[in-house]
C-alpha cells in the first residue's frame, strides 16, 4: 500500500497535572499549566510510524487542532517519525467550544482534502474522555471503522483490526480507507530521541483554518458549570457486627 495516513493529535493537560477548576465554573484553569500530547494520540502516531516502517503506507500527517501552541504537538509527533504537519488554528472562544464533532468535521475535510487511505486517531482523550472523534469522522466520512484496536495489519486492500470489549477481544477486518482508533495496549510509543527532535524542527507545519475546508464550529452544546467532584468523607472502624450495624442505622444506610 502506498498510501497516506493522518492522525489526530490533541494538546491536552498534562496526566502528572492536578486539575484546578477555574473560580467561575466555567472550566479548568489551563494558563501556566504544562501541557502534553494526549496519551492515546501518541500510541495512534506510534503505530502509523510503524506501518510506514513497514512500508505498508508512504506518509504520515499530524493533525491538530487549537491555538499556536499545538504545533508544539505538532513537532512531537514529528520528532516520532511524522513525515509533516498540519495546523488547524482554533482560537478564542471558537476553542473553548471545541468539541468532537467539530474536530470530526476537520478531520473528514483534511482526510479528503489529503486523500488520505487511513486516519488512525487515539480512542478517547484524557481531558474529555468523550470517545467520540473517530466514530463520528467515519460517519462523516461514510467509512468503516475499527476502533478500540489493540492490534493493526494490513492485509492488501484490507485492514484487521483486533479490538478490545467487554467480554475480550473481536477481530474485525474491514475495507480501506477506513478509521482506526488506538487503544492502550496497541504498543508502547518510543520517545523522540533528540537528532529526532532537531529534524522535526525542519519538517513543514501547514497553517489553516477551518473556514478553509468549509467547517462551522458553531457548538450545539453549552456548558452550564464545572465542578470539582465532592471530597470523599474519611471512613471509620467498627469492632463488632453490631456496631457495624449500628453505623448503618445511624447513617440511614439501613
Not at 484524557?126 to 493493526?152: H, K
Not at 485492514?159 to 477481544?169: A, M, N, S, W
Request: hydrophobic letters at 40%; one cysteine or more; glycine letters at 8%.
Amino acid at each position: 500500500m502506498s498510501g497516506r495516513v493522518l492522525v489526530g493529535v490533541k494538546r491536552v493537560i498534562d496526566y502528572a497535572v492536578k486539575i484546578r477548576v477555574r473560580p467561575d465554573k466555567t472550566g479548568v484553569v489551563t494558563d501556566g499549566v504544562k501541557h502534553s500530547m494526549n496519551p492515546f494520540c501518541e500510541i495512534a502516531v506510534e503505530e502509523a510510524v510503524k506501518l510506514k516502517e513497514k512500508k505498508l503506507i508512504k506518509e504520515v500527517v499530524a493533525v491538530s487542532c487549537g491555538p499556536q501552541q499545538a504545533q508544539e504537538t505538532i513537532r512531537t509527533a514529528l520528532a516520532m517519525g511524522a513525515d509533516r504537519g498540519i495546523h488547524v488554528e482554533v482560537t478564542g472562544k471558537d476553542y473553548d467550544t471545541l468539541g468532537p464533532l467539530q474536530v470530526s468535521k476537520i478531520l473528514a475535510a483534511l482526510a479528503k482534502k489529503e486523500d488520505a487511505q487511513l486516519v488512525i486517531l487515539g480512542k478517547q482523550a484524557i481531558d474529555d474522555d468523550c470517545n467520540q472523534t473517530g466514530q463520528m469522522t467515519a460517519a462523516l466520512l461514510d467509512w468503516p471503522q475499527g476502533t478500540f484496536a489493540s492490534e493493526v495489519s494490513m492485509e492488501g486492500d484490507k485492514v484487521k483490526v483486533v479490538r478490545e470489549i467487554d467480554g475480550g477481544l473481536e477481530t474485525v477486518k474491514i475495507n480501506i480507507p477506513a478509521v482506526v482508533t488506538a487503544d492502550l495496549r496497541l504498543n508502547t510509543p518510543r520517545y523522540a530521541t533528540l537528532p529526532n527532535i532537531m529534524k522535526a524542527k525542519k519538517k513543514k507545519i501547514a497553517n489553516v483554518k477551518p473556514a478553509d475546508l468549509g467547517v462551522d464550529l458553531t457548538s450545539r452544546l453549552e456548558v452550564l458549570r464545572v465542578d470539582e467532584p465532592p471530597q470523599r468523607q474519611a471512613g471509620m472502624k467498627v469492632e463488632t457486627v453490631d456496631d457495624l450495624v449500628g453505623k448503618l442505622k445511624e447513617t440511614g444506610h439501613i
